[in-house]
């Protein structure tokens, strides 16, 4: 009953604000391409492979090109391999695009919608940098070597670490230092990630440093939504692509066909628009009091 009557907030939410729900297929010929997240695959005869999508942002993306305006979608999504109390293979995830708001009120826009499950949260805004300055003394524009970092804190690593590049030594320091730390009573906004930490947001020079346009949301360490001021170039859209596809190999793992209905629709023009998903099985389970996602998702 209860996950009735938030989707049923959900919904309201958006109507308010005039954003309409459209409902796209889950099952695609391509998948969103992202070196750290796994795709289910689906038999669709004739030696034909589909996947089930991670998120429906390639096709919200196709509608906003072809004229759409602000959209969201409430959309079971499924990623492989993701089984804890936090994640689970087939979960809920509201994502929604605004055209008419700017980045800041869009992230505002966000907390609100957060707050129909955890209401009346004061929230604070630190930078990446910040995040790792407050809580590990790591300047990330001075520090060359992060692998002594990460001894330095005592993080139980192989000696193989001391190869990783740089963005997943960061990943790591961010993981075990920082976002234990995030949302203590009070939701916390990550901003300004670096650029190479990009995926699908806009860059810009902050301080000095290229950062990427995005943000994260955090309530006790719990990541709750992750947003992009969107990137519209199809041309840097498909390099970032093939860079994840290479990740991807590195890893170990298939590279995955890339979306040219997706890069089309980004060549005919992808209007300017802020984006974001949020994981509606965790809000749910955190405005119930509860640790494990299992029985929400």
């Given at each position: 009953m209860k996950r009735a009557q938030m989707l049923a907030a959900v919904r309201t939410f958006f109507d308010d604000r005039d954003?309409?729900?459209?409902?796209?297929?889950?099952?695609?010929?391509?998948?969103?391409?992202?070196?750290?997240?796994?795709?289910?695959?689906v038999d669709m005869g004739d030696g034909k492979i589909g996947y089930l999508h991670t998120s429906p942002e390639y096709a919200l993306k196709k509608l906003l090109a072809a004229g759409s305006g602000d959209i969201y979608q409430l959309s079971h999504v499924f990623r492989a391999g993701e089984e804890s109390p936090l994640h689970f293979p087939e979960?809920?995830?509201?994502?929604?695009?605004?055209?008419?708001?700017?980045?800041?009120?869009?992230?505002?826009?966000?907390?609100?919608?957060?707050?129909?499950?955890?209401?009346?949260?004061?929230?604070?805004?630190?930078?990446?940098?910040?995040?790792?300055?407050?809580?590990?003394?790591?300047?990330?524009?001075e520090t060359k070597n992060l692998y002594e970092c990460v001894l330095n804190h005592q993080i139980d690593v192989s000696e193989d670490a001391k190869n990783w590049d740089r963005?997943?030594?960061?990943?790591?320091?961010?993981?075990?230092?920082?976002?234990?730390?995030?949302?203590r009573e009070r939701l916390t906004v990550i901003t300004d990630y670096p650029s190479s930490q990009a995926a699908l947001a806009k860059t810009a020079h902050i301080d000095g440093l290229e950062v990427a346009r995005r943000f994260e949301v955090y309530y006790y360490?719990?990541?709750?939504?992750?947003?992009?001021?969107?990137?519209?170039?199809?041309?840097?859209?498909?390099?970032?692509?093939?860079?994840?596809?290479?990740?991807?190999?590195?890893?170990?793992?298939?590279?995955?066909?890339?979306?040219?209905?997706?890069?089309?629709?980004?060549?005919?023009?992808?209007?300017?628009?802020?984006?974001?998903?949020?994981?509606?099985?965790?809000?749910?389970?955190?405005?119930?009091?509860?640790?494990?996602?299992?029985?929400?998702a």
């Amino acid at each position: 009953m209860k996950r009735a009557q938030m989707l049923a907030a959900v919904r309201t939410f958006f109507d308010d604000r005039d954003v309409i729900e459209v409902d796209t297929d889950i099952l695609s010929p391509a998948a969103p391409i992202d070196a750290h997240i796994d795709v289910m695959e689906v038999d669709m005869g004739d030696g034909k492979i589909g996947y089930l999508h991670t998120s429906p942002e390639y096709a919200l993306k196709k509608l906003l090109a072809a004229g759409s305006g602000d959209i969201y979608q409430l959309s079971h999504v499924f990623r492989a391999g993701e089984e804890s109390p936090l994640h689970f293979p087939e979960f809920t995830m509201i994502e929604w695009y605004r055209l008419n708001l700017d980045y800041t009120a869009f992230i505002e826009e966000t907390l609100d919608l957060i707050r129909l499950f955890l209401p009346d949260l004061p929230a604070e805004t630190l930078s990446y940098r910040q995040a790792l300055r407050t809580y590990a003394a790591i300047d990330i524009a001075e520090t060359k070597n992060l692998y002594e970092c990460v001894l330095n804190h005592q993080i139980d690593v192989s000696e193989d670490a001391k190869n990783w590049d740089r963005d997943t030594l960061l990943t790591l320091l961010f993981s075990h230092l920082i976002e234990p730390q995030l949302g203590r009573e009070r939701l916390t906004v990550i901003t300004d990630y670096p650029s190479s930490q990009a995926a699908l947001a806009k860059t810009a020079h902050i301080d000095g440093l290229e950062v990427a346009r995005r943000f994260e949301v955090y309530y006790y360490g719990v990541e709750l939504a992750n947003g992009y001021d969107e990137l519209t170039d199809a041309s840097e859209q498909r390099e970032r692509l093939l860079e994840e596809n290479e990740e991807r190999i590195t890893l170990g793992k298939k590279s995955l066909p890339i979306d040219e209905e997706f890069i089309a629709a980004l060549e005919k023009g992808l209007p300017d628009c802020r984006g974001v998903a949020v994981g509606f099985d965790r809000l749910l389970m955190l405005h119930l009091g509860n640790k494990k996602l299992g029985i929400y998702a």
